[in-house]
Nanobody
Framework: QVQLVESGGGLVQPGGSLRLSCAAS????????MSWYRQPPGQQRELVAR???????NYADSVKGRFTISRDNAKNTVYLQMNSLKPEDTAVYYC??????????????WGQGTQVTVSS
């Protein structure tokens, strides 16, 4: 059984910073893409940032220059450093990972979500 456990959300003032973490645990052969999504109140879930292996990260236009995704492969953990936060960044943030369970089996997993609220 594989789990993604997120941490680091909370309440922050506009212009502040937060760092989200997402650790994968369980019977993992390897991990492919690791991503962060968010779902603002009353809106659909959207991709924030994605990191595939050792490649260059991809970001939503709304967070470019402010957010940085990184991963620690030894810890099976992905991070999202969020700087210069704006009220419109308020959302539930979800971690997503494509995990290889065996040589031929891949599964997509989601974390439970962590609330980020940007407000004065």
């Amino acid at each position: 059984q594989v789990q993604l456990v997120e941490s680091g959300g909370g309440l922050v003032q506009p212009g502040g910073s937060l760092r989200l973490s997402c650790a994968a645990s369980g019977s993992i052969f390897s991990i492919g893409a690791m991503s962060w999504y968010r779902q603002p109140p009353g809106q659909q879930r959207e991709l924030v940032a994605r990191l595939i292996g050792g490649g260059s990260p991809n970001y939503a236009d709304s967070v470019k220059g402010r957010f940085t995704i990184s991963r620690d492969n030894a810890k099976n953990t992905v991070y999202l450093q969020m700087n210069s936060l704006k009220p419109e960044d308020t959302a539930v943030y979800y971690c997503n990972a494509l995990i290889q369970l065996t040589t031929v089996r891949f599964e997509n997993y989601w974390g439970q979500g962590t609330q980020v609220t940007v407000s004065s």
